[in-house]
C-alpha cells in the first residue's frame, strides 16, 4: 500500500524442500503481520500454511509493538489474489512459517 517502504520485504529465506517448509525472515513485524494474511493461499494448486515458528515469542511482540495500531490488511486484489483466504492464524513479529510447498514435478526429455 502507500504506507509500505520502497526496497523488498523478504530479508532471507530457509528453504527445506525434503521436509516441505520454509522459515522467511521479513524486515520488520509490520510487513511479518500482513504476509499472515497469505494463509492458504494456493501455490501450484496447493494451500501454504503461513503462521508463525514454534518458538515464536508473542510476549516480546507485544512489548515490541506496544501503543501502535495494527498494521493494515493486505490489499490481496491488488496482488491478483481473491480475498477467500484463511485468517485464523494470529499475528506477531517479522518470522513467519510456511508449510506445505510442493515441489513441482520435472518434465523429462
Same mark, same amino acid.
Given at each position: 500500500g502507500p504506507s509500505r517502504a520502497a526496497g523488498d520485504s523478504v530479508r532471507q529465506v530457509y528453504l527445506n524442500i525434503q521436509r516441505r517448509f520454509a522459515f522467511i525472515e521479513l524486515r520488520n513485524p509490520e510487513e511479518?503481520?500482513?504476509?499472515?494474511d497469505l494463509d492458504q493461499i494456493k501455490f501450484n494448486?496447493?494451500? =501454504?500454511?503461513?503462521?508463525r515458528p514454534?518458538?515464536?515469542?508473542?510476549?516480546?511482540?507485544?512489548? =515490541?509493538?506496544l501503543g501502535k495500531l495494527p498494521p493494515p490488511k493486505l490489499n490481496l486484489e491488488s496482488l491478483?489474489?481473491? !480475498? !477467500? =483466504?484463511?485468517?485464523?492464524?494470529? !499475528?506477531?513479529? !517479522?518470522?513467519l512459517y510456511c508449510a506445505g510447498y510442493v515441489r513441482p514435478k =520435472?518434465?523429462?526429455k
Open positions: 511479518a503481520i500482513q504476509a499472515m494448486g496447493h494451500p =501454504l500454511k503461513i503462521g514454534a518458538n515464536f515469542d508473542q510476549v516480546a511482540l507485544d512489548k =515490541l509493538r491478483g489474489i481473491k !480475498n !477467500n =483466504l484463511s485468517t485464523q492464524v494470529e !499475528n506477531g513479529p !517479522n518470522k =520435472l518434465q523429462r
